[in-house]
């Protein structure tokens, strides 16, 4: 520095003490750096001798959970007078956890009963038609037809052929005609034989007719003779025919046309097959109707058959056929039907004065002699 100064400064000399002065700051200045540069490396070397000691391990954090006891609870959950001062707890207490909400209790609501709704009664049905017309139920082992019936004699040889029968003013059968069997056929003849000659077998898988044998005479009597055929021209003038005759209604109007008579075992015809194809349009069936609901009137000086069926009887009968149920049917007058109407409406098992079961007036039955269907 000196050095330095003399040679910067060879024109200025500078006084003594100011020299030394100037000295002694230079040897403070580098001591100081020297100082400055010892600490510094002695830093040094204890960071770096940091990692020779051994390190101790830290100890574990543990968390204190306080769990109060349950009269603890419940007397923290007493309130406190108004008037009482909250001293403060000190620092270092270890705060007890608040205590758990009580569980809000849900009440489900009931479900509600579903109202039943009374059903409402249903309306009454409206009463039911009127009957016009009552039928009854036979079977074809139970009745024959008549017409081109096969006639035989007891010792079961067939003569013949039914074809006709004739019935007085009171519709009860009198004669049967009965054509006769030639040899070939030639030879046929139509004769007349009484009614009660005969004796009918429906049910019979032979000739459903035969000839019955005069009874054994009595003790001290002639035996009967016995019965001989009438020639057709012979026939009484009081008789009526029945096959292919036309049957009228009240008024006259045409009904139909006779095909056949239904007979039972007892020589008792049941029924009458009316052909209705003329009488009512489009209307083109057989029926059997009642043999008690036929009438012989007469009619501009001849005889002739009436039955007291209408229209809409006719229309409401069933159709005849030879492979159902024999079907026969009956009008009912108005005043039967209001009974009818009557006894449909009354208790079970009761049964209207004056009908049978079936609805047919009973006055008709017993006039016409028909037995009830077995």
């Known amino acids: 520095m000196t050095g330095g100064i003399s040679t910067g400064h060879a024109a200025f000399a500078a006084p003594f003490w100011i020299q030394r002065a100037w000295r002694a700051a230079s ?51 007493v309130e406190e007078p108004a008037s009482a001062v909250a001293v403060p707890e000190p620092a270092s207490a270890v705060k007890p956890p608040p205590p758990p909400k ?29 009957q016009i017309i009552s039928t009854r139920i036979m079977q074809h082992d139970q009745l024959h037809g008549l017409l081109d019936a096969e006639v035989q004699r007891p010792d079961g040889k067939v003569v013949g052929r039914a074809v006709d029968l004739y019935v007085d003013t009171s519709a009860k059968p009198k004669l049967l ?10 030879g046929d003849r139509k004769v007349n034989f009484p009614w009660t000659a005969f004796r009918f077998t429906p049910n019979a898988k032979t000739a459903p007719i035969t000839f019955l044998p005069p009874p054994p005479p009595a ?17 009484p003038p009081g008789f009526m ?19 056949d008579v ?27 109707v009642n043999w008690g609901d036929l009438h012989v009137v007469s009619r501009n000086k001849q005889l002739a058959l009436q039955m007291d069926f209408n229209d809409a009887q006719l229309k409401a009968s069933p159709t005849y056929g030879p492979e159902q149920p024999i079907k026969i049917v009956s009008p009912v007058a108005p005043i039967a039907a209001s009974s009818a109407t009557a006894a449909a409406s009354a208790p079970a098992g009761s049964t209207p004065s004056g009908t049978t079961a079936s609805g047919s007036v009973a006055a ?6 028909a037995r009830p269907a077995r």
């Open 364 to 369: 008709q039955a017993s006039s016409s002699g």
């Open 219 to 235: 003790k001290g009597k002639p035996a009967d003779p016995a019965p001989k055929p009438q020639p057709v021209s012979e026939t």
């Open 27 to 77: 040897r403070l200045i580098a001591g100081l750096s020297r100082l400055s540069t010892g600490f510094v490396v002695l830093a040094a070397c204890a960071l770096s001798a940091c990692g020779i000691f051994p390190q101790q391990t830290p100890a574990p954090i543990v968390e204190h959970s306080y769990i109060p006891a349950p009269n603890e609870t419940e007397i923290a959950d």
């Open 262 to 288: 239904l007979v039972d075992s007892q020589a008792q015809p049941q029924a009458l097959v009316v052909d209705l194809s003329s009488s009512l349009a489009a209307d083109k069936r057989h029926v059997a």
């Open 241 to 259: 025919q029945l096959v292919d005759s036309t049957v009228t209604q009240k008024s006259g109007a045409r009904i139909g046309r006779v095909v």
């Open 177 to 186: 005609m009965v054509n006769l069997s030639g040899f070939l056929g030639v």
């Open 102 to 130: 009580p569980k809000r209790r849900i009440v489900k609501p009931k479900p509600q009963e579903p109202v039943i709704a009374t059903p409402a009664e249903p309306p009454e049905p409206p009463p039911p038609p009127p």
